[in-house]
């Protein structure tokens, strides 16, 4: 996925974990950045107090990572992969029976509007309770004289991905409906207007939800109703 969906690649590790012994280190190593990130901010951190924490030497650190940097976007992505196992678990869960259509309601699948739903509901579990998901989310942190990455690109092409078959099911003009067989033109067209609009869904919500946490710490209720109308009705557009 990284690298191919429009948004920064996550730098490789320095080596790869092999064994398992060193893939339940690595795992711990971003496990206790994560949990000091909820204690403490990104520039105090440092890689020996993540170190000291997850119960390694400095060196195991450093074997994976050159910085804390390269070990923050680790953990970014490692969340953006969690938020994606999440929401096709919830998916697989609510997947029509043999008596219900692709829009038959919660108990039954509900089409692309219960997906969306799943989505947003994911990302405030996440948010309420992931270890250091509040400061670092789907991307690193940067000072505001810096380049900022584009870990919504990543996020909304994730999601796309993830929801192509429910996509697939919306009606005539839909993402199911590119205007018939063999027309690439209209093929890539409703491509692209299905990226553009994911990723303008994924940016609203993104400043809205942020503005319903400045609110109420756990997410303002009427903000994140009102969130997930906006999606519904702004992606209707292009997937009914």
Same mark, same amino acid.
Request: include cysteine; charged fraction near 25%; glycine fraction near 10%.
């Given at each position: 996925?990284?690298?191919?969906?429009? *948004?920064?690649?996550?730098?490789?590790?320095?080596?790869?974990?092999?064994?398992?012994? $060193?893939?339940?280190?690595? *795992?711990?190593?971003?496990?206790?950045?994560?949990?000091?990130?909820?204690?403490? %901010?990104? #520039?105090?951190? $440092?890689?020996?107090?993540?170190?000291?924490?997850? !119960?390694?030497?400095? @060196?195991?650190?450093?074997?994976?990572? $050159? !910085?804390?940097?390269?070990?923050?976007?680790?953990?970014?992505?490692? !969340?953006?992969?969690?938020?994606?196992?999440?929401?096709?678990?919830?998916?697989?869960? $609510? #997947?029509?029976?043999?008596?219900?259509?692709?829009? %038959?309601?919660?108990?039954?699948?509900?089409?692309?509007? #219960?997906?969306?739903?799943?989505?947003?509901?994911?990302?405030?579990?996440?948010? =309420?309770?992931?270890?250091?998901?509040?400061?670092? #989310?789907?991307? !690193?942190?940067?000072?505001?004289?810096?380049?900022?990455?584009?870990?919504?690109?990543?996020?909304?092409?994730?999601?796309?991905?993830?929801?192509?078959? =429910?996509?697939? %099911?919306? @009606?005539?003009?839909?993402?199911?409906? %590119?205007?018939?067989?063999?027309?690439?033109? @209209?093929?890539?067209?409703?491509?692209?207007?299905?990226?553009?609009?994911?990723?303008?869904?994924?940016?609203?919500?993104?400043?809205?939800?942020?503005?319903?946490?400045?609110?109420?710490?756990?997410?303002?209720?009427?903000?994140?109703?009102?969130?997930?109308?906006?999606?519904?009705?702004?992606?209707?557009?292009?997937?009914?």
């Amino acid at each position: 996925m990284i690298g191919q969906d429009g *948004g920064v690649p996550i730098p490789p590790l320095r080596r790869q974990p092999v064994q398992r012994r $060193s893939t339940e280190r690595l *795992g711990r190593i971003l496990d206790a950045c994560a949990e000091l990130l909820d204690e403490i %901010s990104y #520039e105090e951190l $440092s890689t020996r107090a993540v170190a000291e924490r997850a !119960n390694v030497p400095i @060196g195991s650190v450093y074997r994976f990572f $050159s !910085n804390k940097r390269a070990m923050a976007e680790a953990l970014a992505h490692r !969340n953006l992969d969690e938020y994606a196992a999440r929401i096709t678990r919830r998916l697989a869960a $609510s #997947e029509p029976g043999p008596d219900n259509g692709p829009d %038959s309601g919660p108990d039954g699948g509900g089409g692309w509007r #219960e997906a969306m739903d799943v989505v947003v509901d994911e990302y405030l579990a996440m948010k =309420r309770g992931a270890p250091g998901f509040a400061l670092i #989310e789907f991307g !690193n942190p940067v000072p505001a004289t810096a380049q900022p990455q584009q870990p919504n690109h990543l996020v909304a092409d994730r999601l796309r991905m993830l929801l192509a078959d =429910r996509l697939a %099911s919306g @009606g005539p003009g839909g993402a199911g409906d %590119s205007g018939g067989a063999g027309d690439t033109a @209209g093929d890539e067209a409703a491509e692209e207007r299905l990226r553009v609009a994911f990723l303008l869904a994924v940016e609203t919500a993104d400043a809205l939800l942020r503005l319903a946490f400045r609110v109420d710490p756990e997410g303002d209720p009427a903000i994140v109703a009102e969130t997930k109308e906006l999606l519904r009705a702004y992606l209707a557009r292009v997937l009914d």
